[in-house]
């Protein structure tokens, strides 16, 4: 049975999150939370909004779960590789931060090569490879999942590579920034096939409205 509602993929909580619903607001649409945590429902438009963790956009758009998301490009670019890839349609402006080199000794980092046979800890594996790969440099790479800023103290790293937006954790744990590695944003993202005929034109709607609130 093909579905009559739009499915759009948002993050439940965290940096986007209220940003998200947001944009839906002044993008004219009625959020209606409802009791359902995982769903809310617009009332003026046949668009449901699937409330789930930022990490799981990615796939649930690649796999036409939901026809569209809205994550960020730090999470977009973190996913497998290997794994089918969703569409991106536009930057939202908003959600803006930066992954970072961070370490406890800014006098040591004269540049990526600085970063020859050290240990990194970060929740960003593959972005952080790409970039040692780019600069031809081999350092040992310590995935973590959370709290990636206590990895310096704990002894598990020397450094970190770790998302940065007001700068407050890194400073309240004695690290400096010393390289960017990626800027991000908040990108709305699509199923990388057609959508069905009944729900193409009620996304086109839902973009062009975005596009009409995201003067950028
Ligand atoms: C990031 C990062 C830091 C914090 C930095 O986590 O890992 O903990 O934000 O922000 P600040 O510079 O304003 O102090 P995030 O909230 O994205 O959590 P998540 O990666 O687990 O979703
Ligand atoms: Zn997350």
Do not use: W
């Amino acid at each position: 049975m093909t579905r009559e509602r739009l499915r759009l993929a948002l993050q439940k909580s965290g940096r986007l999150a209220d940003a998200s619903l947001d944009l839906l607001r002044s993008a004219g649409l009625s959020v209606n939370k409802g009791a359902n945590d995982l769903l809310y429902r617009i009332d003026n438009a046949p668009i449901d909004v699937l409330r789930v963790r930022d990490d799981d956009i990615p796939t649930l758009v690649a796999d036409g779960v939901a026809d569209l998301g809205v994550v960020g490009l730090n999470v977009l670019e973190e996913r497998d590789s290997a794994a089918r890839a969703p569409e991106e349609i536009m930057r939202l402006g908003f959600g803006r931060c930066a992954l970072k080199i961070a370490t406890p000794d800014k006098a040591a980092y004269e540049g990526p090569y600085a970063l020859d046979g050290v240990r990194i800890a970060t929740s960003y594996p593959h972005i952080l490879s790409r970039f040692l790969d780019a600069h031809g440099v081999k350092a040992e790479i310590v995935h973590m999942h959370g709290a990636v800023e206590v990895a310096p103290r704990l002894g598990l790293a020397q450094v970190v590579c770790d998302l940065v937006s007001t700068g407050a954790t890194l400073e309240a744990n004695g690290l400096k920034p010393v390289q960017t590695v990626m800027e991000s944003e908040a990108v709305l993202i699509r199923a990388p096939r057609p959508l069905p005929a009944a729900l193409a034109p009620v996304a086109e709607r839902f973009v062009e409205r975005v596009r009409g609130v995201t003067a950028s």
